[in-house]
């Protein structure tokens, strides 16, 4: 009998996404944006060298006008060879725009709010002046040689008619991307399927989407925008960003990788790599049960999990843990059974009676209910006191190999 990993459900809805999906990441511009990360100059090199080398196929390197500093890095980002395209951030102001030039990227990111709300309070401009605004920017832009996509600010919040109008006219000012932005990630993934696909019939250009997660549902509305007809989604490694952040690289790559069999080309072996080092560069402890990456992705604790993992891993693990770079850790304390302790025993030549290993595992809870996880260190000790004599030590039976 064969088994399927994931839900057989998913093949069965049958979600139309597009042939092509392309992923742009903006860990360096919308990551570096949550309060309190900075990047240096060596770690945004690092982390595009990373990015590129798991296959991500577009890097938004910064926003050059924010300082001479980050106009520097994206130039630096930009002559670094790599396979991926290098874009960034520009307003719909001319001055941005010469800064993206200035570094010389393969596309500039525009943008402009087109909610109401941000009209009268923010930009202080009206409907018509805004998409006056974007055409000229855009003009300006494929004027300058550099390719553009221009994106509506709070899109979910803004009125459809207008952004359709913004669109049309930003291609046949020559566009090559026009893009949704979910701002306050106040969207469902209906609304964000109805959004992108009457946007969809407002132009022939690709679609991008840049959602954030402050519903906690970033990713599924991005797999909501594929279905509905976009083509690029932003992404953060770890859905680091403003406020509640952004659509997670690697819970977007596995996402269509196992649920919808849609492989981009990203190497999902070195997910759990970049991660880790966006994190410390970021300054950031990394959750333990982040999705996929984080140290409790493939754990287990209770007692009926480990052995069902211990006999076939597919019980408790819809994924092999080396396809993300990531390991499988099997956890001691108050949860644990009589497997656990008997594999551990295995490893190491440990014979033991059926009832040393009962008095072995009532220890490992007690220690577990005093102060949860139990060492490695204390696990050999509760055996060696529990048989009567010094039980090998991991550390030492390694050394002696």
């Known amino acids: 009998m064969r088994f399927s990993a994931v839900s057989p459900y998913n093949a069965a809805a049958k979600a139309r996404l597009p042939e092509n999906i392309v992923v742009y990441d903006s860990t360096l511009r919308d990551g570096e944006q949550m309060p309190g990360v ?9 982390i595009a060298r990373k990015l590129d080398e798991v296959g991500v196929h577009q890097i938004e390197a910064g926003f050059p006008a924010v300082s001479e500093a980050e106009k520097d890095a994206v130039k630096q980002i930009s002559s670094m ?9 520009s307003r719909a102001l001319k001055q941005d725009i010469d800064a993206a030039v200035e570094c010389d990227v393969d596309m500039v990111l525009l943008f402009i709010a087109t909610s109401d709300l941000h009209l009268r309070y923010k930009l202080k401009m009206t409907r018509e002046q805004v998409v006056e605004k974007a055409v000229q920017a855009v003009e300006y832009a494929h004027a300058h040689g550099i390719r553009a996509s221009m994106s509506s600010e709070d899109s979910t919040r803004s009125d459809v008619p207008l952004m359709a109008e913004l669109f049309s006219r930003c291609e046949r000012a020559g566009a090559a991307r026009l893009g949704i932005t979910d701002t306050l990630g106040c969207g469902g993934p209906e609304s964000i399927h109805y959004v992108v696909s009457r946007l969809r019939e407002s132009t022939s250009l690709p679609l991008s989407a840049h959602l954030h997660n402050d519903f906690g549902l970033a990713t599924a509305n991005s797999i909501s925008a594929l279905s509905a007809g976009a083509e690029a989604i932003a992404t953060t490694v770890g859905g680091i960003g403003e406020r509640a952040g952004n659509v ?3 819970q977007f790559v596995m996402a269509l990788k196992h649920l919808y069999k849609r492989d981009i080309g990203v190497r999902t072996d070195g997910l759990t790599e970049l991660t880790r080092t966006v994190f410390e560069a970021a300054k950031l402890p990394m959750p333990a049960n982040q999705p996929w990456v984080g140290t409790n992705a ?5 007692g009926i999990h480990v052995a069902a993992v211990l006999s076939c891993p597919m019980t408790y693990e819809c994924v092999n843990p080396e396809e993300v770079g990531n390991r499988r850790r099997l956890v001691l304390g108050k949860h644990s059974g009589t497997h656990i302790v008997k594999s551990r025993l295995d490893e190491k030549g440990v014979s ?12 490992i809870k007690r220690a577990g209910e005093e102060h949860g996880r139990v060492s490695d260190e204390e696990f050999w000790s509760i055996v060696g006191g529990v048989i009567g004599r010094a039980a ?3 550390e030492c039976v390694e050394k002696k190999g």
């Not at 493939?298 to 209770?302: A, I």
């Not at 033991?352 to 220890?363: G, K």
């Open 38 to 46: 900075h990047f240096t100059l060596e770690q945004k090199l690092s």
């Open 298 to 302: 493939f754990s287990h604790e209770s």
């Open 392 to 394: 090998p030590n991991p």
């Open 248 to 250: 997670s690289l690697e």
């Open 81 to 89: 060879g790599l396979d991926a395209d290098v874009l960034c951030l």
């Open 352 to 363: 033991a009676t059926q009832e040393q290993i009962c008095d072995m595992v009532r220890a």
